[in-house]
Nanobody
Framework: QVQLVESGGGLVQAGGSLRLSCAASGRTLRSYAMGWFRQAPGKERELVAAISRSGGSTYYADSVKGRFTISRDNAKNTVYLQMNSLKPEDTAVYYC???????????????????WGQGTQVTVSS
């Protein structure tokens, strides 16, 4: 079993940047495909970005494509989400998640993820 802890959230002005980190403990992160999700008040949780176990494949939601970058450092057991050109509509609680299946690609369905962090708040002011 793996435990996930997100950090790096906060308050930023529109156009600014934040980098979220998701630190894993309990097992090596290289065994998991990873994803970043977000949930805004009154809205459903949505996948923002995903990365394969090797880091060779990534996926981005259309709303963040070109602005966000997901990466992983398996040696540090950490996954990152670099967020640039932030917009007020990016305001949400951001969660990282891990999928333990042997699938080698990206995982885009929230129900396929097995472990979740507690979330970190990102607030973008206009």
């Amino acid at each position: 079993q793996v435990q996930l802890v997100e950090s790096g959230g906060g308050l930023v002005q529109a156009g600014g940047s934040l980098r979220l980190s998701c630190a894993a403990s309990g097992r090596t992160l290289r065994s998991y495909a990873m994803g970043w999700f977000r949930q805004a008040p009154g809205k459903e949780r949505e996948l923002v970005a995903a990365i394969s176990r090797s880091g060779g494949s990534t996926y981005y939601a259309d709303s963040v494509k070109g602005r966000f970058t997901i990466s992983r450092d398996n040696a540090k057991n950490t996954v990152y989400l670099q967020m640039n050109s932030l917009k007020p509509e990016d305001t949400a609680v951001y969660y990282c998640a891990a999928d333990q299946s042997p699938f080698i690609g990206v995982v885009t369905t929230s129900g396929d993820y097995d472990y979740w962090g507690q979330g970190t708040q990102v607030t973008v002011s206009s």
